[in-house]
């Protein structure tokens, strides 16, 4: 009941980072003070959000570097940066899943992702053929 006029539009422009409960009492606060939200603002409001919401997301190049680097080292790190850069999603406030990040991101995820794979199976591949009896070097 302390919050003052924006910050009530706040959580009425962001529902979904509060709650039902004070989504509901802050329309009833901004009624009492005066100001309606009608049906066509709270979609138009509700409209917007998704939108922002939808905006996909762009990762420090660092990541990106460090995960083709793990990459070619045949790193567990390597597949799991790639799966996050490439399939990683968020449910929006309307049930829809969205990527969180961005085509270009994505599409060097996937590269992170595959590359780690076969560099894993390579490496693994070598280890066993190493330790297999009748291949080891003597010294």
Do not use: C
């Amino acid at each position: 009941f302390q919050f003052s006029d924006k910050e009530l539009a706040e959580i009425i422009q962001k529902p979904d980072e509060w709650g039902s409960f004070d989504y509901e009492l802050a329309k009833n606060i901004l009624h009492e003070r005066g100001i309606e939200i009608t049906e066509d603002v709270e979609s138009s409001i509700m409209e917007n959000r998704i939108v922002e919401l939808s905006k996909s997301e762009n990762i420090s190049p660092a990541w990106i570097i460090l995960g083709y680097l793990s990459a070619f080292l045949g790193g567990f790190l390597g597949i799991t940066i790639g799966w996050i850069l490439a399939f990683y999603t968020k449910k929006l406030p309307n049930g829809e899943r969205v990527y969180v990040y961005s085509d270009k991101d994505r599409k060097n995820g996937r590269i992170i992702f595959y590359l780690s794979i076969f560099s894993f199976i390579i490496f693994i591949g070598l280890k066993l053929y190493r330790n297999f009896p009748g291949n080891q070097q003597i010294i």
